[in-house]
């Protein structure tokens, strides 16, 4: 990891670097409190439903103002974007943390609290991906990619430990004090960088107009091109299942053991998507992406089904660990195919649309989730229950059983979805019928004094 951001720091990317340390902080800050405010809501009411409502209430935004947010992204400067962004969010916990102290906290605040942070995530993020393309050489753009997953992996790995051992010691508002202090980390990196804007294209200037024909037009871009439009829908389906499970392994773990020990397997299961990371950054991905993301989608399915397989916590920390291993892989490889194709002055809108349509399949996966465990497929395999005789002499009976049932299927389908897309002429062959997009090398930013001292430490 630490070799990838000597490279781009030493390529003239001290800014990239810079900024991607801030953000790695903030990231794990906002980890904590996703943690503890679902571990809080969860031993509150008792209900996956409402469990699986806080990652519901984050991810909407991003399907209903992702669109407009990418326009935003391409229109305004994409450095004071990600600064307001960071500042919205952070205001958006210090709330929390005002009710908490005043005794009022209540589930529906929460709720609203996490909607306005995850608006704020969805300008942020179209931001940022956009910003790393004009921070960053395309020769880096794999090893960039690896570097943003890494970023994610601190949510992964380092937060849900510390949360753990923090909800005892200082309760739910100082931890949640902590996420707010690491956003004004990120807000000061941020403060003392320069981003460069992105060239003018023909692309720019053919999707200029209104606020509403700008948002619009990242559509029109990527449905243009079957390629990009056919890994686009895959790979958000794909992204469905594992939302399930995603939404489902803390109340596998919860439903045979202590919200500690689920700190302690997300965790050690994190290091895999952080050693994923790590390979990403180093390695920078193969030349044909594309096979490389069907590649680790294929193992990150099987991996993913295994997750469900027995209650035990050795198993599902292995299983998690293998298959969190695979996707930044998939996830840089997928990145690096649509920073090549795409134009620079349009990627705000571009990526702001793909990611819209990711997510909105992550509501959907957290609605569904709760109730088609709760209903469905906890009686299945309760000690009596339908499966009880058949699938239930395999994987168990009783509580988190039909939790564990459901875990599997999903992990198959992801499987499923994976080899019927390579199956697609468009998609198979999306970087060859494509061309890349010329992409200027960036300059090399001016920094404040201070800011260069920090990036080359």
């Not at 306005?116 to 991906?129: K, M, R």
């Not at 309760?382 to 459901?406: D, E, M, T």
Request: glycine fraction near 10%; charge should be positive.
């Amino acid at each position: 990891m630490i070799s990838a951001v000597q490279r781009i720091a030493q390529g003239g990317m001290r800014t990239f670097a810079l900024v991607w340390s801030g953000q790695v902080i903030s990231f794990i800050g906002s980890g904590l409190s996703s943690f503890t405010l679902g571990v809080w809501v969860y031993q509150t009411t008792g209900s996956i439903t409402q469990f699986a409502l806080i990652s519901m209430f984050f991810t909407l935004p991003g399907v209903v103002f992702g669109p407009v947010a990418g326009a935003l992204v391409d229109r305004w400067d994409r450095q004071r974007t990600l600064i307001i962004s960071d500042t919205g969010s952070g205001l958006s916990t210090l709330a929390i943390i005002l009710l908490i102290w005043a005794g009022r906290l209540e589930t529906w605040q929460i709720y609203l609290a996490v909607f306005v942070s995850g608006t704020f995530s969805a300008l942020h993020w179209s931001a940022l991906t956009a910003a790393t393309t004009q921070m960053v050489p395309p020769k880096h753009f794999g090893r960039a990619s690896g570097l943003l997953q890494i970023m994610q992996a601190g949510q992964v790995l380092i937060s849900p430990l510390i949360a753990g051992a923090l909800i005892g010691a200082i309760g739910l508002q100082g931890v949640l004090l902590i996420d707010f202090i690491t956003f004004l980390v990120a807000i000061f990196t941020l403060s003392v960088v320069h981003i460069p804007p992105p060239r003018v294209t023909a692309e720019g200037l053919a999707g200029k107009g209104s606020l509403l024909r700008e948002a619009i037009f990242g559509w029109t871009y990527i449905s243009a091109r079957a390629g990009l439009f056919a890994l686009m829908i895959s790979f958000s389906i794909v992204n469905f299942f594992l939302e399930m499970i995603n939404v489902l392994v803390t109340p596998l773990v919860l439903s045979f053991n202590s919200s500690a020990t689920l700190g302690v397997v997300l965790s050690i299961s994190g290091v895999g998507y952080l050693a994923g990371g790590v390979v990403m950054s180093v390695w920078g991905g193969t030349k044909r992406c594309i096979n490389t993301v069907i590649g680790a989608t294929l193992l990150l399915g099987l991996f993913a089904a295994l997750i469900g397989l027995q209650p035990s916590v050795p198993f599902i920390t292995l299983s998690t660990f293998l298959c969190l291993s695979c996707l930044p892989i998939v996830s840089g490889s997928y990145q690096v195919i649509w920073q090549n194709k795409v134009a620079p002055d349009v990627q705000g809108r571009v990526f702001a649309i793909r990611r819209a349509i990711l997510l909105a399949t992550a509501p959907i996966a957290y609605l569904v989730a709760g109730p088609l465990a709760d209903k469905v497929f906890e009686p299945l395999l309760a000690v009596k229950g339908p499966l009880a005789g058949s699938i239930g002499q395999v994987i168990g009976v009783g509580q988190g059983r039909g939790v564990g049932l459901l875990i599997i299927s999903m992990g198959l389908l992801v499987i499923g979805v994976t080899v019927v897309s390579y199956l697609y002429p468009r998609l198979r062959l999306v970087e060859d019928e494509l061309p890349d997009v010329a992409a200027e090398e960036p300059t090399t930013p001016a920094l404040s004094s201070s800011a260069a001292t920090v990036a080359t430490d």
